[in-house]
């Protein structure tokens, strides 16, 4: 999972892109994932794949007394050590599969862009809610199955390069899926919406918001950003986890 972040030329790329450089604010989606945050003033957050640690210094910024933050890229967690680090953060090189995720320990975990790497999602859902305290929280964003199911998520374009058409194909064939990202091939997993949803139902989540993300007005004048309006990127689900 996610092996292509150790890839040097990925990484750099990377880097470069604005919601690696300006963080938070930078991201498309975060004007509707911010509200879905719970209050986290003396609270304990688990970040699954937690990147360069924005989420991780945000839940810091609103009082959360205990951060821990997992991601199966090294170089990741450097990064996040250097950019987002402080009292009550620690960091740990870890996979989201490998986890311990030890028996009503959080009050919140957070997993943002990162579940599309994973095949077994049930299994994860299931050691989620084993991990929150009753009445936690599992905030998530994940690639929207239309866009999991695009081939090669990209899209089709004229012959002036304009995009025509988002082209979906085998959207009731979960499993993996093979593009390019940065200059590298990227493995991610396809799951459709029912797959997804219920998978959280089963586990013993009650859904509180299901937000598919589309660009904020003021992000509109981007460009390409526009685009974004015509099939949706990612899936935001806020689940509370009930006994």
């Not at 028996?103 to 990162?114: A, G, K, M």
């Not at 390069?161 to 979906?168: R, S, V």
Request: charge should be negative; hydrophobic fraction near 35%.
């Amino acid at each position: 999972m996610r092996n292509e972040y150790e890839n040097e030329t990925f990484f750099q790329q990377y880097a470069q892109m604005s919601r690696s450089r300006e963080g938070l604010s930078a991201a498309g989606e975060w004007h509707q994932l911010k509200p879905l945050f719970p209050p986290l003033e003396g609270k304990s957050v688990l970040d699954l794949g937690c990147g360069y640690g924005w989420h991780c210094q945000f839940a810091v910024e609103q009082g959360a007394r205990q951060v821990l933050d997992i991601d199966l890229s090294r170089k990741m967690i450097e990064e996040a050590r250097r950019r987002n680090s402080g009292a009550g953060i620690c960091y740990q090189v870890c996979g989201i599969e490998e986890f311990a995720y030890p028996e009503n320990t959080w009050d919140c975990v957070i997993s943002n862009l990162t579940l599309h790497y994973i095949e077994d999602l049930d299994s994860i859902f299931e050691k989620v809610h084993r991990t929150l305290k009753e009445d936690g929280i599992f905030l998530l964003n994940i690639e929207h199955p239309v866009f999991t199911a695009g081939v090669g998520q990209d899209w089709a374009y004229g012959e002036d390069g304009t995009p025509l058409y988002w082209p979906i194909d085998q959207y009731f064939m979960p499993g993996e899926r093979i593009t390019h990202f940065l200059g590298c091939e990227v493995r991610k997993q396809h799951h459709t919406l029912t797959q997804i949803l219920m998978g959280l139902l089963r586990s013993g989540f009650v859904l509180e918001a299901v937000e598919e993300a589309e660009p904020s007005q003021e992000m509109l004048d981007i460009p390409g950003m526009r685009d974004e309006l015509r099939r949706p990127m990612m899936l935001l689900v806020r689940a509370r986890a009930v006994r």
